[in-house]
C-alpha cells in the first residue's frame, strides 16, 4: 500500500537555528514529490521535485530528493519566528487518472521561539 | 495575478440543508482539483476535474457529494443534505497543466450545526 510518513511530527526551535524535516514514501508508479508551508490558511507551494540528487532552494529553503533510498529532507537554515508553520509533503503518481492526486502525509508542526 | 479564489470563505448550514462551495482557478489554468481537512486531520485529496469533466474521482464519497467544472465559470463542489460530519475545511487547487504542481486556494470553512 503505498504510504508518506514524515518525521519529526513536531518540532520546536530558536530563531537561527537549522531544522531538517523527513519525509519518507513508499509509491508505485512515482511521479514527483512536493513540499508546502501551512499556516493557518491554504498550503503555500514550497518545491516540487522529480529528478533524484538535485537539491532545488529558495532563500533560506531547500530540499532534494533521494529516489534510492525512497526519501526527501527540506532543510530551512537561520530559522524566523515566521517559519513557524506545518510543513506538508505529499506525492504524485504517474499513469491512470490519478497522477492529478496529491497524497499528504501527516505534516510535521515547526514551531519557532525568539 | 490573482490566486485561487474560493467562496464563501465560511458557511453555516444545519443538518439536511445544501452547501455549494465554489472554487475560481488561477487565471490560465484549466485544472481543478478539491481537497478536505477534517478537525485534527490532513489534506485528502476529493476529485480532479477539468473544464466539463471529471477525470478522478476516487476520493469523492459515494453519497450526496458531487462536482462541476462548466465550460463557464467556476468549479462547484456540492454537499447535499449535509451532516455533521461534514464539518471541515474544502481547499481547491489549480494547475496549469496535468500533474504539475498545485496551488491552493483560501478554503472554505463549513460548519454544520
Known amino acids: 500500500e503505498d504510504k508518506v510518513v514524515q518525521s519529526p511530527l513536531s518540532l520546536v526551535v530558536h530563531e537561527g537555528d537549522t531544522v531538517t524535516l523527513n519525509c519518507s514514501y513508499e509509491?508505485?508508479?512515482?511521479?514527483?514529490l512536493l513540499w508546502y508551508k501551512q499556516e493557518k490558511k491554504a498550503p503555500t507551494f514550497l518545491f516540487m521535485l522529480?529528478?533524484?540528487?538535485i537539491e532545488k532552494k529558495s532563500g533560506r529553503l531547500s530540499s532534494i530528493l533521494d529516489k534510492k533510498e525512497l526519501f526527501s529532507i527540506l532543510n530551512i537554515t537561520a530559522t524566523q519566528t515566521g517559519d513557524s508553520a506545518v510543513y506538508l509533503c505529499?506525492?504524485?503518481?504517474?499513469?491512470?487518472?490519478?497522477?492529478?492526486?496529491?497524497?499528504f502525509g501527516q505534516g510535521t508542526i515547526l514551531t519557532v521561539h525568539p | 495575478n490573482a490566486g485561487v479564489m474560493q467562496n464563501p470563505r465560511h458557511l453555516v448550514r444545519r443538518r439536511g440543508q445544501e452547501a455549494r462551495l465554489r472554487c475560481s482557478p488561477m487565471?490560465?489554468?484549466?485544472?481543478v482539483y478539491w481537497y478536505r481537512q477534517l478537525p485534527e486531520e490532513g489534506l485528502k485529496f476529493m476529485v480532479y476535474?477539468?473544464?466539463?469533466?471529471?477525470?478522478?474521482e476516487s476520493g469523492m464519497p459515494k453519497e450526496r457529494f458531487s462536482a462541476e467544472f462548466p465550460k463557464e465559470g467556476p468549479s462547484i463542489l456540492r454537499i447535499q443534505q449535509v451532516v455533521r460530519g461534514d464539518s471541515a475545511a474544502y481547499f481547491c487547487?489549480?494547475?496549469?497543466?496535468?500533474?504539475?504542481?498545485?496551488?491552493f486556494g483560501p478554503g472554505t470553512r463549513l460548519t454544520v450545526t
Open positions: 476535474l477539468q473544464k466539463e469533466n471529471i477525470i478522478d
Open positions: 487565471k490560465g489554468h484549466s485544472h
Open positions: 509509491v508505485t508508479n512515482f511521479r514527483s
Open positions: 487547487a489549480s494547475s496549469p497543466l496535468d500533474a504539475h504542481e498545485q496551488y
Open positions: 522529480t529528478s533524484s540528487g
Open positions: 505529499a506525492y504524485s503518481r504517474a499513469g491512470g487518472t490519478s497522477y492529478g492526486k496529491l497524497t
